[in-house]
């Protein structure tokens, strides 16, 4: 199965859990794509000591999944995407969404 998972929050633990699934989805041999769009494309500095979202998200990219950040959207919070977000457009957005098999917000 294609997943497509878009992460708009910016809860440390709903952003943990996201990735928590998409983790799951990859260990059972499913593909996953995440796109982060408006809020969470702050996921990256929402790890607490509860909450390990940053540890989440490099165990997703290392097992073969894809994290993308809306440019647009970081554009407006005067950043730029990451090693680990690389920034991306409404084109990549429709692509996840079209190609996916489930599609999943948080």
Partial sequence: MK???????????TVWNAFRLGN????AGDQVKVFLLA?????????????DVTGQMKALVEQGGQIL????CLKLRNSQGTD????????DLYEIVKDSDRVVSF
Wanted: hydrophobic share 40%.
């Fill in 3 to 13: 997943l497509g998972i878009i992460i708009y929050a910016t809860d440390a633990e």
């Fill in 24 to 27: 799951f989805a990859l260990k």
């Fill in 39 to 51: 809020k969470g494309v702050e996921c990256e500095a929402l790890t607490s000591d509860k909450f």
């Fill in 69 to 72: 950040a809306c440019g647009t």
């Fill in 84 to 91: 680990l977000c690389p920034l991306s457009t409404m084109k």
